[in-house]
């Protein structure tokens, strides 16, 4: 494979201008907050970023210098490699992108004003949205899975000094339902099965809680993978046993708090019997996989 040309940003700004066209690759947003002076904007993450260049810039002879945000990401040399394959023929990658130009005191539009920050979590209570907030759990055995929700009652998340001090979670059991059965009869018993005595015992056990305790930070965490990992208790059929599960936690622009994580949990630690080949023998059709999956996704306010 050949080597990516690439231009400094020394060598950039002494060709200024006119010397190519400058094509920002980041999201509009990010393009709107800061770009190079005179800069056209092509989203490498969106499906039409040849259709857009091909707009912008349609003759292909046309020298380009693409850039994104700190050159160490694939950004760029993935929006050289795929203008190259349709045909452009002078496409090099600005070293360093948008922070080296930056860091070298050369212009900027619109005029450099403070930096943009990632939002922070801030110490106080957030409040758990049951509207926004779901949980999904997926049950299965060797031939078939059933997969539904069960509605959040509420909870919170308590920050104190940029860390996770407490929190809860509440489910109400008696909103399990199942979306993968489509025979009305065929759904109706399996609900009125998990909500029996045979599973969650929703008469007598009519919520499930989730207490947090804290969280550890993952070391080299990237965005779109689980950046804690959390601390806590679940209680079910009044049982309370420790777990700990990877999450995601993004503090957002508007003050909120969002969350997602994906937990697997042995049932029968918690009396959740029906099925379990390591206590049942002969079970047949019957067999029920130990483990169940439950996917959470939090809007806390």
Avoid at 182 to 187: A, L, Q, S, V
Avoid at 226 to 239: A, D, Q, S, T
Avoid at 241 to 253: D, G, L, N, T, Y
Wanted: proline share 6%; net charge negative.
């Amino acid at each position: 494979m050949s080597a990516i040309a690439t231009i400094t940003c020394g060598e950039l700004k002494a060709k200024l201008p006119g010397a190519a066209v400058l094509l920002d690759v980041l999201p509009p947003e990010e393009y709107a907050r800061r770009h190079l002076p005179g800069a056209l904007n092509a989203c490498i993450y969106e499906v039409v970023f040849l259709e857009t260049v091909a707009r912008l810039v349609p003759d292909r002879s046309t020298p380009i210098v693409v850039y994104d945000a700190t050159g160490s990401t694939r950004a760029s040399p993935l929006a050289r490699e795929r203008l190259v394959k349709a045909g452009y023929r002078d496409v090099s990658v600005l070293k360093g992108g948008l922070a080296a130009w930056a860091a070298a005191g050369y212009p900027l539009e619109p005029a450099p004003g403070d930096e943009p920050r990632e939002p922070l979590l801030k110490d106080r209570t957030y409040r758990i949205d049951p509207e926004q907030s779901v949980l999904e759990w997926t049950g299965r055995n060797i031939n078939n899975r059933h997969y539904g929700r069960i509605t959040l009652a509420g909870g919170e998340i308590v920050i104190r000094e940029g860390r996770l001090t407490s929190g809860t979670i509440t489910l109400e059991m008696g909103s399990i339902c199942n979306l993968d059965l489509r025979d009305e009869g065929y759904r109706g018993m399996l609900i009125a099965h998990l909500m029996s005595e045979d599973f969650f015992d929703v008469d007598r056990f009519p919520t499930a809680t989730v207490t947090l305790s804290g969280w550890e930070a993952i070391a080299g965490a990237t965005p779109g993978t689980p950046n804690y990992m959390v601390l806590g208790y679940l209680i079910i059929k009044g049982i309370t046993r420790e777990i700990r599960f990877p999450a995601v936690i993004a503090p957002q622009e508007d003050g909120s708090l969002k969350a997602q994580a994906t937990v697997d949990f042995d049932r029968t630690l918690w009396n959740v019997d029906y099925g379990s080949g390591k206590l049942f023998e002969r079970l047949g059709m019957h067999l029920v996989n130990d483990l169940i999956s439950v996917e959470l996704f939090i809007v806390a306010l």
